[in-house]
């Protein structure tokens, strides 16, 4: 999405993130924003569900041949996930950089896994992994009113001025 205001323009992509139940039970939510935050990323959805079953193996539909998709499934819908939509200029790729490895085992320390997750079936955060799962994925758990669409004031500070 091509943005122009106010004489800057910056391609602002959208990326689906969500704190699983093991983030969210460890009281990680604040320090898992905090990151994206600060990196210069844009909230512009968030809430916090408790997904069916059904639900999980919609999100998952991807790895349902895996031998671990049923014990996934029955994980992501055990408790209370933070959905949130998050946007900025390479947020999907940068995105997956903050959140680190699939296996915490192999995630740089400094990355969210790497810092705060020790084994891949708890692995703490979901990220998008391309543009058409961010879309897939920001439809799947927001409706469209749910997205807010604003102008932060640090954006002109984050991206310049032409
Ligand atoms: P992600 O995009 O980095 O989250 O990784 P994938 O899309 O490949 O897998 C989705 C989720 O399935 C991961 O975040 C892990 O929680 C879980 N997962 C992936 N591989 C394994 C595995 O080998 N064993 C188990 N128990 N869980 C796994
Ligand atoms: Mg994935």
Redesign the pocket.
């Known amino acids: 999405m091509l943005q122009e205001q106010e004489g800057y323009a910056a391609e602002l992509e959208r990326t689906f993130i969500a704190i699983k139940p093991d983030g969210v039970q460890r009281g990680l939510i604040s320090e898992i924003i905090s990151r994206f935050e600060r990196k210069g990323f844009k909230l512009v959805a968030v809430k916090i569900v408790i997904p069916s079953k059904d639900f999980a193996e919609k999100h ?1 539909h ?2 349902k041949e ?1 031998p ?1 998709f049923n ?2 499934c029955d994980f992501l819908s055990s408790g209370p996930v933070l959905a949130m939509v998050w946007e900025g200029e390479g947020a999907i790729k940068y995105g997956r950089k903050l ?1 680190g ?3 915490p085992q192999k995630s740089e320390p400094g990355t969210i896994r790497g810092d705060l997750a020790v084994v ?2 708890r ?1 703490i955060i ?2 998008s ?1 391309g543009p058409e799962t961010a879309k897939d994925e920001i439809n799947l758990w927001f409706k469209p009113e749910e997205l807010v669409n604003y102008t932060h004031n640090a954006e002109k500070w984050l991206y310049g001025d032409n």
């Open positions: 998952y991807d790895l895996r671990f014990e996934l959140i490895a699939t296996d891949v079936g692995n979901h990220g992994d």
